[in-house]
């Protein structure tokens, strides 16, 4: 028989925390957001209120936020309530600052030990096999030619991964890999696992430096979903994830990386122990919330379940709009922009935003006549309304689309 906790309170933290404080908010679950932006929405969902996320040169939270944070926790729980920290984006690559946490609350998340074992091409290389997934040619020393890529241990967002077709011209004093080159289209897969078992929650598809405009060609530029999943990848997945579980011990959200090459072939490339930014269009068209089955399998012995799907007509995409040069928001614009439906991360108050930074994200949903129209067709009809938000957008804001 299964005892159940209280529901606690969360406190999300990571660079950008807006779609993890909203899927909270979705369910009724108290947050409290830590991140760097605190924009308008996350605001709006954050009902425990923002904390600014200021690390050092070490990956060390700031101590004024560590204190707040402490204060927190100590009145929650005088007043009954149990604090637990759920991480977002780039908290993966900041082991420093999540051990701190750990010694404020409980960390729905990996120990450093755990990390750094997902984070190990090594470690992933002999996973990938359990899932019966293919594995990009990788190296320590750069040792072989062709089309390859730098890829740094902490990859932010795909920002700092390079191109580069001679080896040897590889970036000095940052800690990474070599990795072949693989051509195709960037997928991500979630599952939720635990010592009870393992849940796939749903795979979604990348936009590509052709289809989106972003200022590296890696960068993250936006999901769509949900990708077709059919009984023999879901059992791979499966696969994957019960495999880590076991030889790592972590329970919580994996989200693994892949490219699908033109033969249909999936590559692993990352696994990110937290909620990322695809997570939303699961959200979105999913009838079960990420959050609440993560807090579910950390309050009870939980059964897990098959995916399943509230509308299978249902689509949704989601994409950066990047400022191509120096972006001025005033007053004036930020009314402009807070009147456009569909869009998400909005600035909070005016600022500057230089060329390469995020502006805001756009978001669009598609319901299908029917639930066979084709996978290049839902893609198509929803980047094209996603086009359609850019160009509504850049005009309120006054900048070139």
């Given amino acids: 028989m299964s005892h159940l906790k209280p529901v606690p309170v969360v406190v999300a933290i990571g660079y950008s925390v807006r779609a993890l404080v909203e899927a909270c908010w979705q369910a009724g679950v108290k947050c409290l957001a830590v991140d760097h932006f605190g924009d308008a929405d996350t605001r709006q969902y954050a009902s425990g209120g923002w904390l600014q996320l200021q690390l050092t040169k070490q990956n060390l939270i700031v101590e004024e936020t560590i204190r707040a944070l402490q204060v927190f926790t100590t009145e929650k729980n005088r007043a009954g309530e149990e604090v637990v920290v759920v991480l977002a984006g780039g908290m993966e690559n900041l ?15 990996p120990s450093e030990e755990q990390r750094m074992k997902l984070r190990s091409v090594e470690f992933l290389r002999e996973m990938a096999v359990c899932g019966e997934f293919r594995f990009p040619e990788t190296s320590r020393d750069g040792q072989f030619d062709g089309d390859c890529l730098w890829k740094p241990n902490a990859s932010a967002g795909g920002l700092k991964i ?11 004093n940052v800690a990474g890999y070599w990795q072949r080159s693989i051509s195709g289209e960037q997928v991500g897969a979630t599952c939720l696992v635990s010592d009870q078992g393992c849940e796939l929650l749903g795979v979604t598809s990348g936009l590509s430096a052709a289809e989106w405009p972003g200022p590296t060609e890696f960068i993250y530029r936006g999901s769509l979903g949900p990708f077709p999943v059919d009984s023999g990848l879901s059992r791979r997945l499966k696969l994957l994830a019960s495999a880590i579980q076991a030889q790592t011990g972590y329970c919580g959200w994996l989200q693994f990386d892949f490219i699908r090459d033109e033969h249909g072939e999936l590559y692993l490339l990352e696994c990110n122990p937290r909620w990322t930014a695809g997570m939303e269009v699961l959200l979105r068209v999913g009838d079960e919330n990420p959050v609440v089955e993560l807090l579910c399998c950390y309050n009870s012995e939980n059964t897990f379940k098959a995916i399943r799907r509230r509308d299978t007509r249902a689509h949704f995409g989601k994409a950066i709009l990047y400022a191509e040069r120096t972006v001025h928001l005033d007053e004036l614009s930020l009314a402009r922009l807070h009147r456009i439906k569909g869009v998400a991360d909005r600035p909070f108050e005016p600022q500057t935003i230089e060329a390469g930074h995020p502006i805001v994200t756009l978001q669009a949903s598609l319901l299908c006549e029917s639930p066979f129209n084709s996978e290049t067709d839902v893609r198509k009809r929803l980047l094209n309304k996603l086009r359609l938000q850019r160009r509504d957008t850049c005009a309120a804001l006054s900048i070139a689309d």
């Fill in 95 to 109: 082991g420093a600052a999540v051990e701190q946490l750990h010694k404020i609350a409980v960390v729905l998340g």
């Fill in 162 to 172: 390079a191109r580069v077709m001679d080896s040897g011209s590889f970036l000095d």
